[in-house]
T-cell receptor, first 115, second 114 residues
Framework: GDSVTQMEGPVTLSEEAFLTINCTYT??????LFWYVQYPGEGLQLLLK?????DKGSNKGFEATYRKETTSFHLEKGSVQVSDSAVYFC??????????????FGTGTQLKVEL | EAQVTQNPRYLITVTGKKLTVTCSQN?????MSWYRQDPGLGLRQIYY???????DKGDVPEGYKVSRKEKRNFPLILESPSPNQTSLYFC?????????????FGPGTRLTVT
């Protein structure tokens, strides 16, 4: 079945540092890939998405590129801020394994950015 | 404001006492679903609904029921809660059940069953 593997956290960075959170996936067919962010005490918000190979999703300075050859969708940001502290989830939706628009999530990576 | 609302946000209950967690969206979305979030497991789908009167099981449906009588509402029912249903629950909706559509999540309901 589908699965998403992302690097374990927590990740602690200094403000303005470069961020990479690794994500790899296994899926049937050609999934759409997503990064969601969860701020403390809140629900998940879509951060960015990519729907086909070589697509780059970007938002708020974050980027991720859909790499079919390596089945990866790593999240990057050039300069993190304290306000980026949150839990980040990589997810996919393939439409083949039932559940309609079901998202298969990774376990989440907690990011803490310090001054 | 476009949003998904859930109630209650926090609930502590005892084993076997039936409860309902409500979910409502104001975006006229066709697709709605429920997830539970557990440490080390991410989020897993419990039930989903492609449209009114059409619901189906997700990956972890045991011990849960749902209904979709109106487009905007999708309550999650625990007929006889057990401690292993202690979790953080999220309702989500999207315009369609197609995979490229963005899903909008509610703020979550933290349930503790003692």
């Amino acid at each position: 079945g589908d699965s998403v593997t992302q690097m374990e956290g927590p990740v602690t960075l200094s403000e303005e540092a470069f961020l990479t959170i690794n994500c790899t996936y296994t899926a049937t067919g050609y999934p759409s890939l997503f990064w969601y962010v969860q701020y403390p005490g809140e629900g998940l918000q879509l951060l960015l998405k990519a729907t086909k190979a070589d697509d780059k999703g970007s938002n708020k300075g974050f980027e991720a590129t859909y790499r079919k050859e390596t089945t990866s969708f790593h999240l990057e940001k050039g300069s993190v801020q304290v306000s980026d502290s949150a839990v980040y989830f990589c997810a996919l939706s393939d439409g083949f394994t039932g559940g309609g628009n079901k998202l298969t999530f990774g376990t989440g990576t907690q990011l803490k950015v310090e001054l | 404001e476009a949003q998904v609302t859930q109630n209650p946000r926090y609930l502590i209950t005892v084993t076997g006492k039936k409860l309902t967690v409500t979910c409502s969206q104001n975006m006229n979305h066709e697709y709605m679903s429920w997830y539970r979030q557990d440490p080390g497991l991410g989020l897993r789908q419990i039930y989903y609904s492609m449209n009114v009167e059409v619901t189906d099981k997700g990956d972890v449906p045991e011990g849960y029921k749902v209904s979709r009588k109106e487009k905007r509402n999708f309550p999650l029912i625990l007929e006889s809660p057990s401690p292993n249903q202690t979790s953080l629950y999220f309702c989500a909706s999207s315009l369609s059940g197609r995979i490229t559509y963005e899903q909008y999540f509610g703020p979550g309901t933290r349930l503790t069953v003692t």
